[in-house]
C-alpha cells in the first residue's frame, strides 16, 4: 500500500473510532446538558457553550461527530440531551420515531459548501454548470463526506449533480466519515480538492476557497436543533435558549455561519 493510500486509509479508520466514541462523554456527564452536535459546528459551538456558560449554569458536554451517525445513536439510546443536525433529513429522522420534543425544533443556522484546495495549491475555477472538476482533480482524489449519509456529501454530490459533472468524478471521490475528515485530507495534500462547508474553510489554515457552490445548485443548508425526548436534565431549556440569544448568533456569524433564528 502506498503512503498515501495508508494515509486515506488511516483517516477512514480514525474517522470511525471517533464516530463510535462521540457519545461517551455522555456516559460521565449525567450532571450535565449533554449535546450531539454536527462535527461542522466544532470551533463555533464550542465558543458558544462558553458564553452561554453563566446563563446556564454549567457547561454543556458537546460529542461531535456526523449527523448520520449521531442520530444513530440517540435512536441506540445514547443519553443526549440536544441534538444539533447538519440537514433536516436526519433530524425528521428522529423526530418521525418520537425522539425528538417537536415544539423545541428550530431552524438555528444556514452555511455553503465550498470547493477547496491545499493552501499552496494552484488550482483556479469558476464553478459553474459544466465546469471541468475532472480535469483539476487530475490523478488525485475529490475529498467529500459519505455522499449516502453525511449533510455535506449529500450537498455536494446534488450539486455535483445539477451542475452536470458527478460522472466525471464519481471514481475519483475519496468519502470520508465527516466533514472534518475530508477537510483534513484536503489540508494534508493527501486529497487534490474537498467539497466542505464554508465554516470548515474558515477554521482551516492549511486550505484555500477555491470556488463557492451556487445557492440554487444543492438544497438549502439548514442546521435545525431540538430537546430530545429523553432529555432528562433540567438546564435543557436554558441552553436552548442561549443558542438562539444575541450573543450566540454573533459567535455563529463570526465563524461564518448564517443566523436563521431572531434573537430571544
Request: hydrophobic share 45%; aromatic share 6%.
Given at each position: 500500500?502506498?503512503?498515501?493510500?495508508?494515509?486515506?486509509?488511516a483517516?477512514a479508520?480514525?474517522?470511525?473510532?471517533a464516530?463510535?466514541?462521540?457519545?461517551?462523554?455522555?456516559?460521565?456527564?449525567?450532571?450535565?446538558?449533554?449535546?450531539?452536535?454536527?462535527?461542522?459546528?466544532?470551533?463555533?459551538?464550542?465558543?458558544?457553550?462558553?458564553?452561554c456558560?453563566?446563563?446556564?449554569?454549567?457547561?454543556?458536554?458537546?460529542?461531535?461527530?456526523?449527523?448520520?451517525?449521531?442520530?444513530?445513536?440517540i435512536e441506540?439510546?445514547?443519553p443526549?440531551?440536544v441534538?444539533?443536525?447538519?440537514?433536516?433529513?436526519?433530524?425528521k429522522?428522529l423526530?418521525d420515531?418520537?425522539?425528538?420534543?417537536?415544539?423545541?425544533?428550530?431552524?438555528l443556522?444556514?452555511?455553503?459548501?465550498?470547493?477547496?484546495?491545499?493552501?499552496?495549491?494552484?488550482v483556479?475555477?469558476?464553478?459553474?454548470?459544466?465546469?471541468?472538476?475532472?480535469?483539476?482533480?487530475?490523478?488525485?482524489?475529490?475529498?467529500?463526506?459519505?455522499?449516502?449519509?453525511?449533510?455535506?456529501?449529500?450537498?455536494?454530490?446534488?450539486?455535483?449533480?445539477?451542475?452536470?459533472?458527478?460522472?466525471?468524478v464519481?471514481?475519483?471521490?475519496?468519502?470520508?466519515?465527516?466533514?472534518?475528515?475530508?477537510?483534513?485530507?484536503?489540508?494534508?495534500?493527501?486529497?487534490a480538492?474537498?467539497?466542505?462547508?464554508?465554516?470548515d474553510?474558515?477554521?482551516?489554515?492549511?486550505?484555500?476557497?477555491v470556488?463557492?457552490?451556487?445557492?440554487d445548485?444543492?438544497?438549502?443548508?439548514?442546521?435545525?436543533?431540538?430537546?430530545?425526548?429523553?432529555?432528562?436534565?433540567?438546564?435543557?431549556?436554558?441552553?436552548?435558549?442561549c443558542?438562539q440569544?444575541?450573543?450566540?448568533g454573533?459567535?455563529?456569524?463570526?465563524?461564518?455561519?448564517t443566523?436563521?433564528?431572531?434573537?430571544?
Amino acid at each position: 500500500m502506498t503512503r498515501k493510500g495508508f494515509g486515506l486509509r488511516a483517516i477512514a479508520i480514525g474517522g470511525l473510532a471517533a464516530t463510535l466514541m462521540a457519545a461517551m462523554p455522555a456516559a460521565h456527564a449525567q450532571d450535565k446538558v449533554v449535546v450531539f452536535a454536527a462535527a461542522s459546528l466544532k470551533e463555533a459551538l464550542d465558543a458558544v457553550n462558553k458564553a452561554c456558560e453563566a446563563d446556564v449554569g454549567e457547561a454543556a458536554t458537546v460529542s461531535y461527530a456526523a449527523s448520520s451517525a449521531l442520530a444513530k445513536q440517540i435512536e441506540g439510546g445514547a443519553p443526549a440531551d440536544v441534538f444539533i443536525s447538519a440537514d433536516l433529513d436526519w433530524m425528521k429522522y428522529l423526530s418521525d420515531k418520537k425522539l425528538t420534543k417537536p415544539d423545541t425544533e428550530v431552524k438555528l443556522l444556514g452555511n455553503e459548501i465550498v470547493l477547496v484546495a491545499p493552501k499552496d495549491s494552484t488550482v483556479a475555477t469558476k464553478i459553474e454548470k459544466g465546469f471541468d472538476l475532472a480535469k483539476l482533480v487530475g490523478d488525485g482524489k475529490l475529498a467529500m463526506g459519505d455522499f449516502k449519509a453525511v449533510p455535506a456529501g449529500k450537498y455536494g454530490k446534488a450539486a455535483l449533480e445539477s451542475l452536470g459533472v458527478w460522472s466525471s468524478v464519481e471514481g475519483k471521490v475519496a468519502q470520508a466519515e465527516n466533514v472534518r475528515a475530508a477537510l483534513k485530507l484536503v489540508s494534508t495534500g493527501e486529497a487534490a480538492l474537498g467539497i466542505v462547508y464554508a465554516t470548515d474553510a474558515h477554521a482551516e489554515k492549511g486550505v484555500k476557497v477555491v470556488g463557492t457552490f451556487p445557492e440554487d445548485s444543492h438544497p438549502p443548508i439548514i442546521y435545525p436543533v431540538a430537546q430530545t425526548a429523553d432529555s432528562k436534565d433540567k438546564d435543557t431549556p436554558a441552553f436552548l435558549k442561549c443558542l438562539q440569544s444575541a450573543k450566540a448568533g454573533a459567535i455563529f456569524k463570526e465563524h461564518g455561519f448564517t443566523v436563521l433564528t431572531p434573537s430571544n
